[in-house]
């Protein structure tokens, strides 16, 4: 490394290391090796590995030629090429968070699903725990817990569908705030008049917002749902009506059991997305309405 900085040699080979702040002026070069295999954000480093004096520089990305890209992969290299302008950074951050989806800072996932929550709506939930914390209490945080659902399908909305980084991002920060069936319909109904037809992805996340409404009223801290049925958690492992679901369990038997860890299972024969996410919706509003008819 030192001697390709001082210039007694005239070509590094290195892994992509380099991308951490390197600053060799005499660097004019790049070529990146399996381009599609990097992150935005890295390949946004690496570029800047080069190009740092008045002299022109070069950076050559380089693809398999024997193998098809996937979609992603091919998304963050058109991305990169787009912007090559000064301050591009900011843009390139912002395709990264629209591909990966923002990671939870109140939490431990490091990418998710930025179509449920946007950045900001992040930044104010923390400032407020933030403020709990400094006060002493945790009671109004403890509101806003958010659930876990997997379903096995894709929930976004494409930007064949949305262009606009901007205007997809701020329908992703307005799905946050919505949670009744009116909200989402009228939701739904602006889109169309908008952007035309839902597309399956788009159908599919606001299936996942009135899911995410259900958990919330039933007390559902997890479900992951695939072709043969479900697994529920409830928060803290209490259901507001236990004597009902004990009855629900018992009289279906044959579908339904408790797991040692106190996780409800649920027999289905759903093949399909749509199918999945019908049959969540049909078994937690059951739940729902198990929640609203507390025991005496």
């Not at 998304?75 to 968070?97: M, N």
């Not at 997305?273 to 507390?294: D, F, I």
Request: contains cysteine.
């Amino acid at each position: 490394m030192t001697a390709f900085y001082d210039g007694k040699i005239d070509v590094l080979v290195s892994t992509n290391i380099i991308e951490s702040g390197l600053d060799i002026p005499s660097a004019n070069t790049l070529v990146v090796h399996r381009a599609d295999m990097f992150g935005l954000s890295q390949l946004y480093q690496l570029r800047g590995r080069i190009g740092r004096s008045k002299q022109r520089a070069y950076a050559y990305l380089t693809t398999p030629a024997d193998r098809k890209l996937t979609d992603t992969a091919e998304r963050r290299l058109q991305v990169l090429q787009s912007l090559d302008q000064l301050g591009a950074g900011f843009s390139i951050a912002s395709h990264d968070l629209d591909i990966r989806g923002a990671g939870n800072l109140l939490g431990e996932e490091q990418s998710g699903h930025v179509r449920e929550v946007g950045i900001e709506l992040y930044q104010e939930m923390l400032e407020e725990a933030v403020s709990q914390l400094r006060l002493g209490g945790d009671a109004e945080a403890d509101e806003q817990w958010s659930p876990q659902i997997n379903i096995g399908t894709s929930v976004l909305i494409p930007e064949s569908y949305v262009p606009d980084l901007d205007v997809r991002m701020a329908l992703y920060r307005r799905l946050a705030g919505i949670e009744s069936a009116a909200e989402i319909d009228q939701f739904a109904a602006e889109l169309i008049d908008r952007f035309g037809a839902l597309p399956d992805e788009v159908r599919h996340l606001l299936d996942i917002v009135a899911i995410k409404a259900l958990c919330r009223q039933a007390q559902v801290e997890k479900i992951d749902a695939g072709p043969k049925g479900a697994t529920l958690s409830f928060r803290n492992n209490v259901f507001p009506n236990p004597v009902g679901l004990v009855r629900l369990i018992a009289e279906h038997q044959s579908t339904m059991r408790v797991r040692p860890d106190q996780k409800v299972v649920v027999a289905r024969d759903w093949p399909t997305p749509e199918m999945r996410l019908k049959g969540v919706q049909a078994m937690l509003g059951q739940l729902v309405r198990l929640a609203e008819r507390k025991a005496a």
